[in-house]
């Protein structure tokens, strides 16, 4: 991941880093994505239950500003 974002130009781009996991949280991979691309917006990334329903995946949709 990291030498795709560094490859990449995010300039004009809302990006929002998550990841499915069943366990473990996305902890500082969503700023490390954000500082090896340099470019873009970056929200706060977060982690989605692998098992996620399409209702609550619409909530986090729609809490993102």
């Known amino acids: 991941m990291d030498t795709f974002v ?3 130009d995010f300039g004009g ?3 929002i880093p998550f990841c499915t996991s069943g366990g473990s949280g996305i ?3 969503g ?3 954000k500082n ?3 470019s ?3 929200l ?3 982690r989605l ?3 996620i329903s399409k209702s609550e995946l619409q909530d986090f949709v729609n809490s993102l500003k």
Do not use: V
């Open 6 to 8: 560094e490859s990449y």
């Open 13 to 15: 781009k809302t990006m």
């Open 27 to 29: 902890g500082s991979s």
């Open 31 to 33: 700023d490390n994505l």
């Open 49 to 51: 239950n692998s098992g």
């Open 36 to 38: 090896n691309a340099g």
């Open 44 to 46: 706060e990334g977060a």
């Open 40 to 42: 873009g917006k970056w």
